[in-house]
């Protein structure tokens, strides 16, 4: 098991986000990222795509997905 954070409560809640994004996006044919950045530096940047950890994450992958979020959050809102 990848542990995402250094509390167990908090890595089983992530794990059971996972599953439920995991199962609705089969259900819907739907597809979402999620990012998670602490603010500590010895904790891990965890990312989500369509309900799958995207493990590990490195910084071109980073890069790439927030350029992919922000056009996303840039059509959804007009200027």
């Known amino acids: 098991m990848v542990w995402f954070r250094k509390n167990e409560r908090v890595n089983d809640a992530f794990i059971r986000l996972m599953d439920a994004l995991c199962s609705w996006e089969r259900n819907t ?3 979402s990222t999620l990012l998670f950045v602490p603010e500590e530096k010895d904790e891990e940047v965890i990312l989500i795509k369509d309900g799958k ?8 992958t980073l890069i790439s997905q927030l350029e992919h979020m922000k056009r996303n959050i840039e059509g959804r809102y007009e200027r």
């Open 29 to 31: 044919s739907r597809g």
């Open 53 to 60: 950890p995207v493990y590990p994450v490195h910084y071109a």
